[in-house]
């Protein structure tokens, strides 16, 4: 995909405040500093549109991004992040999960593993809620380059296993940009199904 223009239409802290739009949606999830952000950069081959942080919990609203005025790409705050308080937590999981389940025009969600430690108990559960709700999702392994092409591999079946998935997920590496063209493949296929 050619990438024309990419800026932040919206950060949005309630469902109120979700964008009026009837393109279609992209979202991103997965656990605090997984490389939610990152991966957006990568793909738009930008790197500073969504701001990455080293420090977990940094995304607390849900960014949307338009891009080539076409479709956005959505940024979900992280999960799993401890030092928050609880009710903030809370917060996050009930607007995540207002998005997922409202939101007519999301055509798919990219499900970010780490591949260097697999699934989590909440990834597994965010699996689960969207194969319930009958929500297309694609798993990426973020971080396949802090690995060899063998660890990585055997990594790739694990999780595969884990969750109980028909496909390998797709690896990804935002340094050397393995697996962008793989991604985007699959991405298109959601927004021209649109």
Avoid at 34 to 62: A, D, E, F
Avoid at 107 to 115: H, K, N, P, Q, Y
């Amino acid at each position: 995909m050619k990438i024309k223009s990419a800026g932040l239409l919206e950060s949005a802290a309630g469902a109120n405040q979700f964008p009026d739009l009837v393109m279609p949606e992209i979202a991103f999830a997965g656990r605090s500093n997984v490389g939610k952000s990152t991966l957006i950069n990568s793909l738009l081959t930008r790197k500073k549109l969504v701001k990455t942080s080293s420090t977990p919990g940094k995304t607390r609203l849900i960014n949307f991004f338009l891009i080539n005025e076409i479709f956005c790409l959505v940024d979900l705050p992280g999960y799993g992040f401890a030092k928050v308080p609880a009710e903030m937590r809370e917060s996050w999981r009930k607007l995540i999960e207002t998005y997922l389940s409202r939101r007519d025009n999301l055509r798919g969600v990219v499900l970010i593993i780490d591949i260097r430690h697999g699934p989590t108990t909440q990834d597994r559960q965010l699996k689960n809620w969207l194969d319930f709700h009958q929500r297309p999702m694609l798993v990426v392994a973020s971080k396949s380059d802090k690995l060899s092409r063998g660890k990585c591999a055997s990594k790739l079946q694990k999780i595969k296993k884990d969750l109980e998935l028909t496909h390998l997920p797709l690896p990804h590496s935002s340094l050397n940009k393995e697996g962008r063209g793989q991604i985007w493949k699959a991405l298109d296929g959601w927004l021209t199904s649109a």
